[in-house]
């Protein structure tokens, strides 16, 4: 599954509370911005429908001058500037925005405000502080049909708790194959063996559930010889790892080999276990046709043996070559040194 995380962040403030920050006060919160997570704080600070006033906003920056802070003012955040932090006073006017690199905090106790603003683009964040200063990630997860935000509480030093990753009851579309020893699948238990199993405890630990459907042509991802289109979306392999690039599935889950065509197209977890690679070769004398003397070397094929064979003639007058030069060199230097003796 790969997931696209588009965040940003904001601090909305509400008005009464605003008008109560004094001068010091507000210098105080931006100072504590640092302390809780560095990213909550850049040199240009925009404030957007903020109820201050000019005295307060010239001794903020009087204040930060020797930290190159650039304090502004905005009406709206209809078009925020990248790589700055944007405080929001008030309720944005527009839900979604566009801009990238852009740090946006919310300061308020409407938890759905912060979960229904969306900033599209790239390394954006978004957090929330309510009134008693706890402070919350907005994240999202996203799956092939759904999408899911919730806010994930941080520390005052901004680090993040030990919950681990809560996907709040996400649906994710899998895709499997059955193999014995590897994976089994029944509509009422659910997945098992060892990769079943695995993925059972994921799905309790991160709490998602899933709909379960097979590979649509029985195939693990082999790479096809000219790419297709498949809904929308350009397919460049057979089965799951096909069902991946095409949007059917979010996960595929099966005794899957790592290859570098399909590292290109999905994203690997970590390794399970390890498999051993056997060469099983034909008893001697067994099978046909096949003589004793010769069963040692049908195991290769003729292309192989025929290489086998040039590289040990090349190599051999490679040896040869070099052993004739190097006696001249050894007779050469004898020459000399008996010459100047």
């Known amino acids: ?11 909305l403030i509400f008005t009464n509370q605003v008008a109560g920050f004094t001068t010091d006060e507000w210098v105080k919160y931006f100072d504590s ?7 909550l704080y850049n040199s240009v600070i925009y404030m957007v429908d903020c109820n201050t006033t000019d005295e307060t ?20 955040v209809l078009s925020p ?7 929001v006073c008030n309720q944005p006017d ?6 990238t690199h852009t740090t946006f905090i919310f300061l308020t106790d409407n938890t759905t405000i912060p979960l229904s603003f969306e900033a599209n683009g ?25 999408k899911v935000s ?19 009851g996400l649906e994710l579309t899998v895709g499997y194959i059955e193999y014995e020893g590897y994976l ?21 630990q991160m709490n998602f559930t899933y709909k379960a459907i097979p590979s649509k042509d029985g195939g693990y991802g082999s790479l096809l010889a000219k790419p297709i289109k498949f809904n929308g979306h350009e397919v460049t392999h057979t089965g799951l790892i096909g069902m991946l690039e095409g949007k059917e599935i979010d996960v595929g889950l099966a005794d899957l080999s790592y290859t570098y065509s399909r590292s290109q197209k999905a994203d690997f977890g970590g390794m399970m276990m390890l498999q051993r690679t056997i060469l099983i070769v034909k008893k001697i004398g067994a099978g046909g046709d096949d003589y004793k003397y010769w069963a040692f070397f049908t195991v290769l094929f003729k292309d192989v043996w025929g290489a086998y064979l040039v590289s040990a003639v090349v190599f051999s007058l490679f040896t040869f070559v070099l052993t004739l030069f190097a006696l001249r060199i050894i007779h050469l230097i004898f020459l000399i040194k008996h010459l100047l003796l």
């Open 1 to 11: 599954m790969v997931i696209k995380n588009s965040f940003a962040i904001f601090i």
């Open 33 to 39: 911005l640092r302390t809780i997570d560095p990213l």
């Open 57 to 76: 906003l010239s001794m903020i920056n009087d204040f930060y001058t020797s930290k190159r802070l650039n304090l502004k003012i905005a009406r709206s």
């Open 81 to 87: 500037p990248q790589e700055s932090t944007i405080i």
């Open 94 to 99: 527009k839900g979604v925005i566009q801009t």
């Open 122 to 146: 790239y390394n954006n964040t978004k957090y929330l502080i309510n009134s008693q200063f706890d402070i919350f990630q907005v994240v999202y997860h996203k799956a092939t049909f759904d």
């Open 150 to 168: 919730f806010l994930k509480p941080l520390d005052l030093t901004g680090k993040k708790t030990e919950s681990g990753v809560d996907l709040q």
């Open 184 to 204: 089994t699948y029944n509509k009422s238990t659910g997945f098992d063996l060892k990769f079943g199993k695995l993925f059972e405890i994921m799905k309790k």
